[in-house]
């Protein structure tokens, strides 16, 4: 992680925390070299990388990274692209965006969700690290740097939509200016898929006309081939 914040978080600096991430760095690596953790320590930060500040249109905020190993991307709820099975929140969210009523022959969904990153979506776990087979392990560590970087979003990035999946991101409703920016309560998509649920779609249609009203340009979620 030396040097990660030069390199990743140039454009991020007027919303992020530097101190606290100072005080994390060095424990992170400790945790690294102790017991496996997700996602690959070079990916942490990916989903910051991938979308750009100037850029951000949205914010989907969810739980910890997947913790099996080999699984988590850094990207929330995003599987690798070679991923045969891909894991069962991204199905849920998958299902969500495409409407299989409908031919989806002609329909595109990319599984690392980095192309939702590239268009403006901040695809950010609410813990960006975990221990292998331990969910839920590095919640309250991460959670001073999550919550600065929301109340400063609320500042500096006035209209956005957030989108909270599940109750752990839904402790963080509180640092987030209700009255300048959308804010959507879901479900998380591993409990609906244990539960046979689904994800509403209109979520999505939501952000799109929230962001089509103050941004411009709404997200693909699919592309047409």
């Not at 403006?120 to 839920?136: Q, W």
């Amino acid at each position: 992680m030396p040097g990660i914040q030069e390199s990743y978080f140039s454009q991020w600096k007027t919303v992020l925390d530097f101190n606290e991430l100072q005080r994390l760095t060095p424990i992170i690596i400790n945790l690294y070299q102790k017991a496996e953790t997700c996602p690959m320590i070079q990916d942490i930060f990916k989903a910051f990388n991938l979308c750009e500040y100037q850029n951000l249109k949205a914010v989907f905020l969810g739980m910890d990274p997947y913790p099996q190993k080999g699984v988590a991307t850094g990207i929330l709820f995003g599987n690798k692209p070679d991923t045969r099975n891909i894991s069962p929140s991204l199905e849920i969210i998958r299902e969500a965006v495409i409407d299989y009523s409908c031919p989806t022959d002609s329909k595109k969904f990319d599984i690392t969700l980095e192309s939702w990153c590239r268009q403006g979506v901040l695809m950010l776990n609410s813990a960006l690290t975990v221990e292998c087979n331990k969910p839920g392990s590095h919640t309250l560590l991460w959670r001073q740097f999550i919550s600065k970087l929301l109340i400063n979003l609320s500042i500096y990035q006035p209209g956005l939509p957030y989108v909270l999946f599940g109750k752990t991101a839904q402790t963080f409703t509180r640092y987030i200016n209700k009255e300048q920016n959308l804010v959507i309560e879901a479900p998380h998509p591993a409990y609906l898929a244990r539960n046979g649920g689904k994800l509403d779609s209109r979520i999505f249609e939501d952000v799109n006309i929230f962001i089509t009203k103050h941004n411009g340009e709404p997200i693909k979620w699919f592309t047409e081939i």
